[in-house]
């Protein structure tokens, strides 16, 4: 694919990244602690090199693979994406990855697979919040194997052109644009291609208020807050909430995923 | 006379305006950092938590006057009424600033009152408080009565258990904080309610 292209042209015109400062100063990244500027002010210590990702499971060459032996692999692209947090509140976000779907073909993908797991770095030496027990550690997140073969979803290792910062998900991080923020695990070190469906991290914590599934829908509400809207990361102090969009905007690519599914039930 | 009577002597000579000024003070101040960009870059959600979490914690701090007195004999009870209002102005705004900054839509404001349960939670606590905000002069006291008023006033052992559970409903994961306000305010509420045990008794 070509540099700075966009997944759904017909919306390019409106996806005005957030600034670098902004997108590197608002995160959730709970091993860092649970306020939005946590990461930014503590994850500075995480070594991200060396960085292996182990990949394993129902694949045909499984193995500890070297970050930089993966990124010689695949090319690399810049894909400005929508980002919207569970919490009602998006960004816009300048890319820099490859489409997961390269790395795994690359492994060999056996025909009994059927989803993808994949899990966080768990040091609490060098993620302080891993040391209180807000959530479960490790960070754990999946995805049916269709959504992770998607084109649109990729693997990040880069934003603005520059490498991902630590409080993005360094050295390289899961991104798929339709589904809440919280999918898009960050600092990955695992990927497990697996029959059955993956546990993931929320929806241990609290199985009536993250699922599996996690799309965004404006329709299905989370039962402590509404979705229909959001609030636009950048907008100053008197911003109107705008509306979110189905599939935060990406229905046109990735609706067919999810014909004939129930998905206030599968949510 | 022991520490505490030399405390509240030095206590009586203090003014109780400085109460306002100072406990206020940091609410245009709050705004001018969300403006400028001091509260970072969703200045919204920021002043809402700040402003939340401040009058939780004068509230606390009015709700601690009388059983500081039974414990320590240090006599706060001067003090208490500026706590209060200074408690309840933080709340008020932070209800503002959801209505007229976040929100912006009254069929929003309807539906989040009435489908979100910690939005419900703490709308409930803010009603409770508001009658006592009311009725905080010593007109209204003379108007009430002793008895009635002090009756009313015990809204506020609802009203201060109910903020915190919103603020523990909307934290996401177990955050220790939350839980740290709500463990507070019920030891708070266990005193009171032993005292008031007592006085029925004797």
Known sequence: ?267 | MGLAGRINGALRRIPVWPVYVLGLAPVPWLFWLAATGGLGVEPISALQQRLGLAGLQVLVAGFAVTPLRRLTGVNLMRFRRALGLVGFGYILVHVLVWLLLDLQSWALVRADILKRPYITVGMAAFLLLVPLALTSADRALRWLGPVRWRRLHRLVYFALPLGAVHFVMQAKGWQIEPFAYLAAIMLLLALRMRLIRARVAT
């Not at chain 1, 500027?37 to 292996?52: Q, S």
């Not at chain 1, 693997?155 to 910062?165: F, I």
């Open chain 1, 1 to 267: 694919a070509a540099l700075g292209l966009v997944a759904g042209p017909a919306r390019a015109d409106a996806l005005v990244p957030n600034t670098w400062d902004e997108i590197t100063s608002y995160n959730n990244f709970y091993e860092f602690g649970t306020g939005k500027d946590d990461p930014r002010n503590k994850a500075g210590r995480l070594t991200t090199d060396p960085w292996a990702v182990e990949i394993g499971g129902l694949v045909d060459r499984p193995g500890s693979y070297d970050l930089a032996d993966i990124l010689k692999g695949v090319s690399l692209e810049e894909r400005i994406y929508r980002l919207r947090c569970v919490e009602a509140w998006s960004m816009v976000v300048p890319w820099v990855g490859f489409e997961l779907a390269d790395l795994l073909n690359r492994v060999g993908v056996q025909p009994s697979a059927r989803y993808v797991a994949f899990q966080t770095l768990h040091r609490p030496a060098e993620m302080p919040g891993q040391r209180s027990a807000i959530i479960d550690w490790p960070y754990v997140e999946g995805l049916r194997l269709d959504e992770a073969m998607h084109p649109l979803t990729i693997m990040a290792t880069g934003l603005y052109g520059r490498d991902l910062p630590n409080q993005n998900g360094a050295p390289i991080r899961l991104v798929v644009p339709w589904k809440y923020g919280f999918k898009s695990i960050k600092s990955v070190v695992r990927i497990t291609l697996t029959a059955d469906e993956p546990p993931t991290s929320w929806n241990l914590y609290a199985p009536r208020e993250y699922g599996f599934y996690a799309n965004v829908n404006p329709d299905v509400d989370h039962p402590r807050w509404s979705q229909a809207t959001e609030r636009r990361i950048g907008g100053g102090l008197f911003a109107p909430r705008q509306p979110t969009l189905m599939f935060n905007g990406y229905a046109d690519e990735v609706a067919g995923l999810y014909a004939g599914m129930d998905l206030a039930r599968f949510y």
